[in-house]
C-alpha cells in the first residue's frame, strides 16, 4: 500500500518581539530557582499534576518521531522500599572501590552518600526508560534513532515542567541500574536512564552553595 503524508498547519504564536525578550528573561529567571534537593517531604502531591508534567515530556522532539521513552510513576511504598534496597546495595559497591576515589571525592561538596532515604521519603520515583528499539505487533523489532538525545531532551522538559508546577526534584543515577527493569517488570528492548524522584522539600531542606557557570562560559556566538 502506498504512504501517504498528512501535514496539518503548524501551530505557532509569534509574539512581539518586547514580549519575547520579556518571556524569555522570566523563564529563565524561573528555572534560575530551580535547585536540585536530597531532603524531600512525605506529603503527597495530586497524581494529575505529575501526568500532566509526563503530558509535557511527552512533548519532546525525538529521532524519526520514535519517541523512544517510557515513564514509570512508583508511589507504592513496597515498591520505593524495593527500589532503595537495591540501589543502595549496589551503591555501597561503588562507594567502595578504590578505582571510584576520585568521583567520590568530587561528591564530597554535595554531601552524597550510599545511603538514599528519598527513594522511600518522596512520594513519587518517576524511573525513566531508555527504547533501545521498538516492538511491533508481530514481535519484530523496530529501529530507534537518536535514543540517548531524544530521552534526555524530554527528561529536560520533564523537570522544567516538575520545577514550573511547584516540585521539587532529585535526577538520579544509580551505579548500576538493571535492578529497575526487574522490580518494574519492563521489557528486554528498554534501559534504565534514570530516576527523578519528586516531591516537596522537607522543611528542614538543605542545598549546598554551589553556582553556574557563567555566560561568558557557556555561551558563544560566531
Known sequence: MEKTEFYSLLNYDEYPLREMEKRSEEFYLEMKKR??????????????????CIRAAGTAPSGANMQPWSFVVVSDPEVKRQVRKEAEKTEREFYNQRTNLKWVEDLKPLRTDENKPFLEIAPYLIVIFAQRYGLLPDGSKRSHYYVNESVGISTGILLSALHYAGLTCLTYTPSKMGFLNHILSRPSNERPFLIMVVGYPDKDAVIPAIGKKSPEEIIKFV
Not at 535547585?35 to 500532566?52: A, C, G, H, K, L
Request: charged share 35%; hydrophobic share 35%; aromatic share 6%.
Open 35 to 52: 535547585r536540585t534537593v536530597r531532603q524531600f517531604s512525605d506529603r503527597p502531591v495530586p497524581r494529575m499534576i505529575i501526568e500532566n
